[in-house]
């Protein structure tokens, strides 16, 4: 079946270290997105690509980076600079909003050790 | 730009009964859609219902049903015979056709369903 892997489900960063989170996607989707989720704070919008090798900041993509060098992936680095990742984040792809909606990763919690 | 308010962080319903989850959005755009979705405990998405702007007709999906009031800029959901399974976070989200945009999330509705 098609949908998306987001790996690892748990991760835990020490202090002023890069963690990747990984995602996959067999969808043959275009468009990727990176949602964070805090309590109280619903999906906001890390970074979004919509083709191979181009992608867009979100509302928040300070102290985040992704890259996007095939179709089916688009990892998430957390970087040193962003002082409060603990967080859950989602992936997300699409092809086509209108008839064919987000679908969603199963999401990683990142905490800080 | 586009905003979504949901202006109730959490309601209770009694199982079997209806409820009637809130949702307010801003925009100025002509072409848009509007979304609402489900996050169980497990913390998936999954998609409830959506609704095209340009659609007079409230759209329906079994128990789920929306009351778009295009005026007011109004998009609620309402879950009729309510089950245990249905206590979720729920997001309701838009999105405009036109640019390629985003979607747009409000912050969700805690929905604890009592037995």
């Known amino acids: 079946d098609g949908g998306i892997t987001q790996s690892p489900k748990y991760l835990f960063r020490k202090e002023g270290q890069n963690v990747t989170l990984s995602c996959e996607q067999n969808l043959n989707h275009d468009a990727m997105y990176w949602y964070r989720q805090d309590p109280g704070q619903g999906l906001r919008l890390i970074y979004y690509?919509?083709?191979?090798?181009?992608?867009q900041k979100g509302d928040i993509a300070e102290g985040y980076s992704v890259s996007r060098e095939k179709k089916e992936s688009f990892p998430l680095t957390v970087t040193s600079a962003q002082k409060n990742p603990t967080a859950f984040y989602l992936c997300a792809s699409d092809r086509d909003r209108v008839y064919q909606p987000q679908h969603f990763g199963d999401g990683t919690r990142l905490s800080i050790l | 730009a586009q905003t979504v308010t949901q202006s109730q962080p959490e309601m209770s319903v009694q199982e079997a009964e209806t409820v009637t989850l809130s949702c307010t959005y801003d925009?100025?755009?002509?072409?848009?859609?509007l979304f609402w979705y489900k996050q169980p405990p497990s913390r998936q998405m999954i998609l409830v219902i959506r609704?095209?702007?340009?659609?007079?007709q409230n759209a329906t999906e079994n128990r789920f049903s929306v009351n778009f009031q295009k005026a007011a800029k109004s998009f609620s959901l309402k879950i009729s015979d309510s089950q245990l399974g249905d206590a979720a976070m729920y997001f309701c989200?838009?999105?405009?056709?036109?640019?390629?945009?985003?979607?747009?999330f409000g912050k969700g509705t805690r929905l604890s369903v009592i037995a």
């Open positions: 609704q095209e702007a340009y659609k007079q």
């Open positions: 690509s919509q083709i191979v090798n181009d992608f």
């Open positions: 989200a838009s999105f405009h056709s036109s640019g390629n945009t985003p979607l747009v």
């Open positions: 925009t100025s755009e002509s072409d848009y859609y």
